[in-house]
């Protein structure tokens, strides 16, 4: 009888117009596909019982964060070239006989039976969709592993966000310094002076608030709906001698009260909202400013097509999360009354990023694994290989969107040039 990967490599060849996008090597350690393509190991026939069960994104991802599958190399790569051979010669709609084959297939290989047990981890949340209650489930979900965890993943800044590379990496110029240059970039984008009030929605661990009131010497009211991180950045604050400036807050955005700020931000917290509810979002953030005040949002975007991240980060990453194409979202912040001074896009210095927390993880795998168990490690291995490509490759997009409430007669306090914007 032929090896299991010869017989699946014959069966997966019906379904593309091509080569196939990998290489296959089955349990028995036989090989069967185009040498050049990235290698997939399956480790058991639980590997095809999880694709029978659960075909298509989610399937493949769960046989890989189960162990049931792997990938040799740099997952991120195999990952780009595979879905680009896919995007390229697309993949033919089986006929039933082909189902028929690839169900005989599976018992033929000891793959057809109960469903297996799903990895742990997935987000099973519940209510009406972004009511304050599902929201706060949402947001502990995928902030909530562990401050440790993050720790790890991040720099010492602790930014969860975009950093803004103002030069190529080399021994004197990593992660941390690109973070710490997004931030003063942030701060002077919103023209910060000593003494401002600024609102920072979707505060993280507090990495802009800090540093802000730090540099800068304003008052940050700070906003998260995770408790470890309400608690995190209390304690951040009085650790590095800024409590007095930093108030921190655990609400949801639709409860944030009073107005009269200097300026606000909202840095990759948006996507959180919801399509729905943006336009309410957008007016709480224009009611939040004074006049002449400004609003600065770091935030992912999508076509118009895919507003999610797919099935795999639906749920087991940020359940609810909703982006959408980068006009979009300037025409519902203009609709609320805000006017758009600036857009930036930051699509390669997010892939250079995730790079570099992929580098981190890697480097600290063995931390990772005692801290998180093996299962979390490889979620978070495999969200971040595809994460990195996606930005690469134009697939998601990340920008600044500079904003200001002008003035009734059209007033901006806004500069003529942002030539002092840039560190």
């Not at 409860?255 to 200097?262: E, K, L, M, Q, T």
Request: glycine share 10%; aromatic share 6%; charged share 25%.
């Amino acid at each position: 009888m032929k090896p299991a990967a010869t017989r699946l490599a014959a069966l997966l060849s019906h379904f593309f117009t091509g080569p196939l996008p990998v290489r296959l090597r089955d349990w028995d350690g036989a090989e069967a596909g185009p040498a050049d393509a990235p290698l997939v190991v399956l480790r058991s026939p639980d590997a095809l019982r999880r694709l029978l069960w659960q075909p298509g994104e989610l399937g493949l991802a769960e046989a890989y964060v189960s162990g049931d599958l792997d990938v040799e190399g740099d997952l991120a790569t195999a990952l780009s070239r595979a879905g680009r051979a896919v995007r390229e010669q697309g993949v033919v709609r089986p006929r039933p006989a082909r189902l028929a084959a690839a169900a005989a297939l599976a018992v033929g290989l000891g793959a057809a039976s109960l469903p297996p047990r799903r990895p742990d981890g997935r987000a099973r949340l519940t209510g009406r969709l972004h009511s304050s209650s599902r929201d706060r489930a949402a947001i502990s979900h995928h902030y909530d592993v562990s401050n440790a965890f993050y720790a790890l993943l991040l720099d010492e800044s602790m930014a969860y966000s975009c950093a803004y590379w103002a030069r190529p990496a080399d021994a004197t110029y990593g992660l941390a310094e690109a973070q710490r240059d997004k931030l003063e970039l942030i701060c002077r984008k919103l023209g910060l002076r000593a003494g401002d009030r600024l609102l920072d929605v979707g505060c993280g661990w507090g990495s802009l608030a800090v540093h802000a009131a730090r540099e800068h010497k304003v008052r940050v009211t700070a906003v998260t709906l995770s408790r470890q991180q309400r608690d995190f950045v209390a304690e951040r604050a009085v650790r590095e001698g800024v409590a007095g400036q930093v108030e921190v807050q655990l609400r949801h955005w639709r409860h944030i009260d009073g107005g009269g700020y200097d300026a606000a931000c909202a840095v990759e917290m948006g996507e959180h909202v919801g399509d729905a509810e943006y336009p309410a979002f957008a007016t709480k953030l224009h009611d939040a400013l004074r006049p002449e005040g400004r609003l600065l949002i770091q935030q992912m975007s999508r076509g118009a097509d895919a507003p999610g991240g797919g099935p795999f980060i639906e749920s087991y990453i940020a359940p609810d999360m909703h982006m959408r194409p980068v006009g979009r979202t300037t025409d519902m912040l203009e609709a609320a009354g805000l006017e758009i001074r600036s857009v930036e896009s930051l699509r390669e210095h997010y892939a250079a990023t995730i790079d570099a927390w992929r580098t981190r993880l890697e480097d600290r795998w063995s931390e990772v694994e005692d801290l998180v168990g093996e299962t979390t490690g490889r979620v978070w291995r495999l969200y971040l290989a595809g994460a990195s490509p996606a930005f690469a490759e134009r697939r998601m997009g990340v920008d600044q969107l500079l904003a200001v409430r002008p003035t009734l007669d059209g007033g901006s306090g806004m500069p003529a040039t942002p030539a002092a914007w840039y560190p």
